[in-house]
């Protein structure tokens, strides 16, 4: 079975930083396209950032120039590195994995919270 496990959330003052990371089990991990998402109390999930297997990447405009995604194909991770953190940041984050053809995996999410 399929499991995705992140890991890196927390506590964070506006401006701050933080890296999330999530390993992946069960999967083609080379071959899928993985995702963060983000939800907060309330509202809509909304994708914040995406990488192919190739290496290719998408960011929402709310966190472009800001966020980073990236992946480690040899330790099946993959990260979001987040800077310049602000209030509206402040989200349940979920990891999600689209191999191939095959329908979407999501992990349970880890809390980011940006306060004073």
């Known amino acids: 079975q399929v499991q995705l496990v992140e890991s890196g959330g927390g506590l964070v003052q506006p401006g701050g930083s933080l890296r999330l990371s999530c390993a992946a089990f069960?999967?083609?991990?080379?071959?899928?396209?993985m995702g963060w998402h983000r939800q907060a109390p309330g509202k809509q999930r909304e994708l914040v950032a995406r990488?192919?297997?190739?290496?290719?990447?998408y960011y929402g405009d709310s966190v472009k120039g800001r966020f980073t995604i990236s992946r480690d194909n040899a330790e099946n991770t993959v990260f979001l590195q987040m800077t310049s953190l602000k209030s509206e940041d402040t989200a349940v984050y979920y990891c999600?994995?689209?191999?191939?053809?095959?329908?979407?995996?999501w992990g349970r999410g880890t809390q980011v919270t940006v306060s004073s």
């Open positions: 999600a994995a689209a191999p191939p053809s095959n329908a979407v995996s």
């Open positions: 990488i192919t297997s190739g290496g290719s990447t």
């Open positions: 069960g999967i083609a991990f080379d071959i899928s396209t």
